[in-house]
Each structure stands twice: as C-alpha cells, then as structure tokens.
C-alpha cells in the first residue's frame, strides 16, 4: 500500500537517528518546552507567595487579637498626618501641623496607657553641623531648630534603666509629595507599636525611646540632633524605618555593624522575615541613591542597629503620588507585626547590658521565600563556603570513577573531556556575558534604553534571552561538530553540569576570599548540586535516572533565585530613572538579569544538547528575544506611564545677581533650570514643551562662573552640568528675600583675616565658599575642621554648606578665615561668596509664565518645580 507523505519521513527520520550511535541517549526537545514551562510555573508561584501580605487587623479586631498591631490604627493616623500636604523641613505643616498633632496623638496614648509604664515627652529643637564626605562633593550639613519628637518608655517603679532601645523615623517630606510612604507609613507604624507597648500589663527591662525626627529629607539633620541628645547616652542599639516605594514588605537590609545578636532576635521574633545580606553591600557599595538615618546613627553615634525600609516597585517614591490611597493595610500590618515583635524582645534583651561582649563580626543573613531566616556569623559563612567547595570538588573527581566504569574508558580519559566541556562552558557564559552587555549598549545608542522600565518582562527577552542563546549555543556546537566515540552522550552532558559546577565554585572561593558575605547566593547552588550529585552516585549515574534526580535537585535553588530576581528587579528597576543621567541604566539591569539568569538556567541549558533537534528550542529563545526587540522599540517599549511609572524633573526658576569686589551689580537674570534625573532628560519634553524650543545647554557659564552660577540644591547636582538645560524668563518675586549683610573682616595674624557675616532667607539654604587662587580656607564657624575641597573651580577650591532651620527663623552668623599669601594686602579680594536660596515652602504662588512652563509638560511627568535664588559676591 502507499504510505503518506508525513509516514515516511518518519521512517526516515528513524533510520537516520538508527544510524546515530547517540540516539538512544537522546531525549525530546519536549523537554526543553516542558522544563522552562516548570521553571516560569514555579517563577510565579513564588512570585504570588513573595506578594502576599498579612490580613489587616482592624478595630473591631482588638478585643480578640490583645497584644496584636491593628493597621486599620495605623491607617487613620496616616490619613490625618498627610491631610494638610507635604511636610518640607521648616515648614507651617511640618514644624507646626505635624509636630502638634505627633504630640496631641502621644498624649492620647499615654493617657490610656497601663500604669505600668512611665512616660516622658519632649519636644527637641536642636542646633549642629556633619560632614557627608563624599568623594567629589564634600558637604558640610548645618542646622538650627530642627525638631524631634521623642517619648521614652521606662518602667513606673524601681530605678531609671540605664539602657535604652530606640525607634526611628522621621516624619518630614520632600517637596510636592504627601509623603504617605515615606516617612509617613513608618511614622504611624511607629505610632501604633508605641500605643501596643504602652496597653502591655509588664513592663520592660529596658527603656524604649521613640524619635520621630522632623529634619531627614535634606541631610539627616533630625537623626544628628538627637545624637546630642542627654538620651543618645543610654541608647545601646536602635530600629530605624524608612520607606523607598509604597507597599509591600519591608525589608532589613542593614544590621550591626559587629552585632550579630541582632540578627538571631530577628530570626526569633520577626514573623515575616524578609531580608538579605546582599542588600546591605549593595547599599554600602553606594549602588543606592540615597541614604538613611542609619548612617548617623552608626557612624556619628556609635551605635549598632537596624535598617528598615520598604523598596519593592518604588516608582512613586518622592512623587505627587506618593499618597494615601497607595498604601495598603496589609502593609502596615505585615510591617507592624514585625517591628512589634522584635521591639519587645529587643526591649528586654540581657545584650543591651554589656553590647561589648557581643561584639562579634559581621553576618551572613538572608531569607528563605520569607518563611524563615537563614543566619549565620560570618566565620561560619567562610567555613560553610570552603567544606561546600571542597567537597563540590571531590564530588566532581570521585564521580569521573563511575563515568568511566559506566563507559568503559580509562579515568583520564574522563578527566580531559570534562576539562574540554569547563572550557566551553567558560567561554559560553563569557561570551553571554558580553553578548548582553552589548545589547545594553546598543539599546541605549539606538534610544531605546529603558524600555524595560514599566514593562519590566522586557528585561527577560532583552539581556536573559542573549545569556541563554549563548550558554545553549556552546554545548549544542560541540556535542554537534567534536565527536567522542567511546563517551556516552548522557555522560558528556553530565561533565557540562560538573563543570558548571566549577565555575560557581571558583566564584564562590574567590567571593569568600574577598570577604564578600554575598558569596552565599552561590554556596546555595553549589551546596544543591552536591546533594543531588550524591544521589547520582548511589545510583551510579543511571542513564535517563540522574536526569530526574538532577531536575529534583534544581526546585529549591530555582524558587529561592526566583524570589532573590524579585526583590532585586522591583528595587532597582524603580530607581533608574532617578539617578545620573549620564550612565546606561541599562547596563546594571543587563548584570542583573546575567547574573539572574546564571543562577537560574546554567544547571538547566546543558540539556538541551542532549535533545533531538536541539535547534527547535534555540530557535524559540532566538524568536523571544526578536520580538522584544521589536516590541521596545514600539508605543509599549515607552518607559514612562501617567501616575504609575512616571518620568522624573527637577525645574528651578532662577533668580540671579553677581556683585563685583566693589558692590556693583554686574550681572542680574533670571532662567528656567532643568535638571536632568535620567537618559531621557529632557529629550521627551523637547518636541512637547513648547518653551524648550528656547532652551540651550549651559555651555560657557560653567567657566564664566562658579559652579556654573546655578543654585544647586545640593552640590552633588553640579556633577550633572554638561546634561543640563535652562532658558530665559521673567524674574520671580521672591519672599522672604535672602539677605547678606558683610560685618566686616579682621586681620587675626599676619596672614589670616577673619570675614564675618550675617545672612536670612527660606528654611533650605547653602553656601558656596571659595577662596581666590593662591588663598585657601583655614576655618569657619560651621565645624571644628575644614573639609576636602569639592571640584575645583578655576584652580580655586570650593567648600559648599548646606543650611537648614526649623522652627527657628533667626538670622544665621558665621564667620570664615581664610589664609592668604604674606603680604597680601587685606583691601585686595580673597574669596568669592555664593549665597543660595530654595523656596521650596513657598507659600506664594509661582509666576504666571512658570506656571504656564509647568502645565506644558506631559502627564506621564513628575515636575518637582520651585524658585531659587542666588547671589553671588567678592570679599
């Protein structure tokens, strides 16, 4: 009979594959389909257990659940703390609103307490300086009348404690945002852990003192003044709480440093672990842009701690949107248990009554899909890694033994074509590496980076997609074209693994030697492919058995970088599009998904070239990444969305005069500034802002005068001038006017003079002070010693101070005292003054033209917009 045409190419296809020695070795490439079908189910599997949160416990709750934090508490605090918008430092609403009703609340609470406790409230206003000593832009941060909202717990009978745990967070805003997230949310949980502290029937060992600091948006201020505190003395550690997003869990990314007791409370009494040690040295490695009190805390105030912040999907951080509505009860609540439970075992903790014989080093911390903690010193971190190592190597020798009685070769014969498979197999990840971080570059040079921003699935077709076609690729080609007669084809697979294997190994020794405590991520596969390999020697290597026992192996370490791919991806990605503006953000999210997609599939790809035609499936990876090529590059590839992923900018309407040595006014103007926050500042406003079309780069200003004659908010933002964009426009009307009265100078040794000064103006101030060439600063009133010069202006240095006030609005004195060469005559100039400005709480309308500038920009953009003023003038 005649057959059909699909019958016999199936005969021929099987006498080919007859005529295949490898065939029986060879499974469906149904299973590659199958295996990353597996690997996406349990992606999102995971993804639903790491967004799930507590059920929010509300009033009618409280009788029933005693003891227990109820957000619906919580909720209605924060509704009233951001019911009169933003809290900018110095401020009516900050200094007043918000200051009164965190006092009215407390007195609340202490009037129902149990009379178990003694309360004490106060409210601090404090004045100081510190120096952030940045690299490139040192800056000296001055304050006065910062205030601090504290209240102190202790026991109502017996002596004082002479310890005290402390609870941080501030409570003040940026400019233009409500601010619900951050600080509010962990404002009113701090609230409500106090209101449950004070209901308890016993009271604690330790004192607890609460800090809700009034001054962290422009430099730390409020957690420095309570460093001068008469309390700070008896404070052993502390909880600090921050919020980089809004939602979601909280994560503790900083501990100790040195006291790792702390983290076994954490695992003890936290109910929803959710933590990393990578974090910490990411966030310490300055890969975040920002800082938190934690810093000061530790660094200026000697104390050991912990770090608190929620950071997943931060797109609305420091935004209008930053609001009420954003913020789910289940947050409050998941957040609220936590710091809850570690608050009370913290508060009587034995550690607090001698810290140092609990100074040990650093840890070794992470989550497990935030069911339980894993922790260990760090020592033991080095120990755990080296045995793993060791025995991985052992493993992978002793296992060659069975190869080579399974194939009937000699075991050198074994040992050099593993060594031939760890040589493609580098030079896979290698050229994987480098095949994604190309396409970052060139996404970035054809204007398509950040495509990924809100859709963030592009990211798996983008730069995992290169990565995979590689480490696939490298087997395939050599299996294809390097034929071994007497080594079985499973048994050449099987070396692929072992010598992946390697490679995570050489990574994990060389992390351990560095003292990187991140070297866990890779201890955790490595200690997984031991398991699964001593199984598969019990069983001698069963040909098609390994395979399920070696996938087997590959759950748990797949669920945990699933949930590790999470927490980073909804971090980072948020923050690209406030950072600089002159970087490739794509670069660092082509590392991460390398990075992500070596944890993740190099255990897996090998397999592939065991697979009857292996290129079906690199054929579908290859089609994946094209289309998400083609996919950014269309209206769903646009980084930013109305409300949700909007772009960020900062527009400042300049008002400027520069005075000759003599007093003359020699120059007065006024521009639109716009400070670039990513790639795509301002690009997307140029065809949509119908200003723009007036609007020129800096160009020349820069030299002409100093630090470019623009009012930086912070002189970090200098560093940002060749991407920066003004044009003209009408001058503000600017109250209360910023005023610089010269008291005089006074020659204090033959070549140092003294320059005094008074000065007033809006709560946020700074100072450029830059001697002429040939002088140099030798003291000011600011602090005991002269910091590091910031970038150099002209030859000249420039030291740059950033002035706030609270509640206090008296004018500022401060003196400078500058060397000069000898003989110097005092009646010639020695230093240039620029005094600036921020109306950033502003009570007064804008002007009618930067309103209408505003207005014009698109709805997908957060405008941070406010006047500032400068003036700048010879001494």
């Known amino acids: 009979m005649f057959k059909s045409y699909r019958e016999r190419l199936r005969l021929k296809s099987d006498r080919a594959a007859e005529q295949d020695e490898s065939y029986g070795q060879t499974i469906s490439v149904l299973w590659s389909f199958a295996i990353t079908a597996a690997v996406i189910g349990l992606y999102f599997l995971v993804y639903l257990n790491w967004s799930s949160l507590p059920t929010a416990l509300t009033t009618s709750d409280q009788a029933g659940n005693p003891g227990r934090f109820i957000a619906q508490v919580a909720k209605e605090n924060l509704v009233t703390l951001t019911s009169n918008g933003p809290r900018v430092g110095g401020g009516q609403t900050n200094e007043v609103f918000t200051v009164n009703f965190l006092r009215s609340t407390i007195e609340r609470i202490i009037a129902e307490a149990n009379p178990a406790h003694k309360f004490e409230l106060e409210v601090q206003q404090q004045r100081g300086s510190m120096l952030f000593d940045y690299i490139s832009y040192p800056m000296t941060s001055a304050y006065q009348g910062v205030q601090n909202v504290l209240v102190k717990i202790t026991p109502a009978s017996g002596p004082e404690p002479q310890h005290y745990l402390m609870l941080s967070s501030h409570f003040d805003s940026v400019a233009q945002s409500p601010g619900a997230g951050d600080d509010g949310t962990m404002t009113v949980v701090m609230l409500e852990i106090l209101r449950q502290l004070s209901l308890d029937s016993t009271a604690y060992q330790h004192g607890v003192v609460f800090v809700f600091n009034g001054f962290e948006e422009n430099g730390l201020q409020g957690a420095h003044a309570f460093v001068q505190h008469p309390w700070w003395d008896r ?116 550690e607090l009554e001698n810290m140092k014989e609990h100074s040990y080093g650093k840890a070794v911390f992470f989550d497990f899909l935030n069911w339980f903690l894993v922790y260990y010193p760090d020592w033991a971190g080095i120990a755990i890694n080296t045995i793993m190592a060791m025995l991985g ?278 521009h639109f500034y716009i ?45 940002r001038r060749n991407v920066a964009w003004w044009l003209p426009a009408e001058k503000p009307d600017l109250k209360p006017k910023v005023t610089l009265e010269f008291v005089g100078k006074t020659a204090i040794d033959a070549d140092l003079t003294r320059y005094e000064f008074v000065t007033q103006g809006p709560s946020h101030m700074s100072f450029y002070v830059s001697p002429l060439e040939g002088f140099y600063l030798h003291e000011w009133s600011f602090s005991s010693e002269v910091p590091r010069s910031g970038v150099r202006w002209r030859g000249q240095d420039v030291h740059f101070v950033n002035f706030v006030h609270g509640i206090d609005y008296s004018p500022l004195h401060f003196w400078v005292v500058i060397l000069h060469p000898g003989g110097k005559p005092l009646t010639e100039p020695s230093l240039i003054l620029n005094v600036v400005g921020q109306y950033m709480n502003n009570e007064e309308p804008r002007t009618a033209e930067f309103q209408q500038f505003v207005d014009h920009f698109p709805d997908y953009a957060h405008v941070v917009a406010y006047p500032s003023y400068l003036e700048s003038r010879v001494f």
């Not at 990513?678 to 119908?690: K, R």
């Open 393 to 670: 190597i052992g493993l992978i020798f002793g296992s060659f033994d069975i190869m080579a009685s399974n194939n009937d070769v000699t075991y050198g014969r074994i040992v050099a074509q593993f060594f031939i498979n760890f040589g493609v197999q580098l030079l896979s990840i290698a050229v994987g590496i480098g095949f994604s971080i190309l396409m970052a570059v060139i996404m970035n040079a054809a204007g398509g980076a950040m495509s990924w921003f809100t859709e963030v699935w592009l990211i798996s077709g983008l730069y995992m997609c290169p990565f995979i076609i590689c480490i696939v690729l490298g087997p395939v080609l050599l299996i294809m074209f390097y034929k071994v007669e007497d080594v079985l084809l499973q048994t050449r697979i099987m070396l692929f693994l072992m010598a992946q294997q390697m490679v995570f190994i050489v990574i994990m020794i060389v992390m351990t030697g560095m003292e990187i405590r991140s070297a866990y991520i890779f201890a955790i596969v490595v200690i997984f492919f031991n398991a699964s390999t001593i199984v598969n020697m019990i069983i001698r290597f069963k040909q098609f058995h390994w395979i399920y026992v070696h996938l087997i192996g590959q759950i748990i370490p797949i669920a945990y970088f699933s949930s590790f791919s999470l927490t980073v991806f909804s971090t980072f990605i948020p923050m690209q599009n406030r950072g600089n503006a002159e970087s490739n953000p794509d670069m660092l999210i082509a590392l991460f998904a390398v990075v992500i997609g070596l944890m993740i599939t190099t255990f897996l790809t090998p397999l592939v070239a065991m697979m009857r035609k292996p290129f079906v499936y690199f054929g579908f990876v290859v089609a994946f990444w094209a289309i998400s090529i083609i996919v950014s590059a269309t209206s769903v590839g646009f980084p930013y969305r109305a409300e949700t992923s909007p772009q960020r900018y900062y527009v400042f309407h300049l008002d400027r005069n520069f005075y000759e040595f003599d007093g003359r006014l020699r120059k007065s103007d006024s």
């Open 235 to 350: 404070v052993r550690t502390f909880i600090n709480m921050d919020v980089a997003a809004n939602g979601g869990r909280e994560i503790m990314f900083q501990a100790g440093p040195y006291y790792s007791f702390l983290m076994e409370y954490y695992r003890d009494y936290v109910k929803h672990p959710f933590c990393t040690a990578l974090a910490e040295e990411l966030f310490q490695a300055d890969l975040v842009p920002s800082e938190t009190d934690y810093f000061v805390y530790t660094k200026v105030g000697g104390r050991p701690g912990m770090d608190f912040a929620h950071s997943t999907w931060g797109y609305l951080y420091h935004t209008q949107y930053d609001a009420i509505d954003t913020i789910p009860m289940e947050t409050l609540q998941h957040t609220g248990d936590n710091i809850l439970g570690l608050t009370r075992a913290l508060a009587n903790a034995p």
């Open 675 to 719: 400070h670039p926050q990513d790639v795509f500042s301002p690009a997307t406003i140029m065809d949509t802002v119908p200003e723009m079309a007036r609007a020129t780069q800096l160009g020349d200003e820069c030299d002409r005068e100093l630090y470019c004659g623009i009012p930086f908010y912070q002189s970090g933002f200098h560093a």
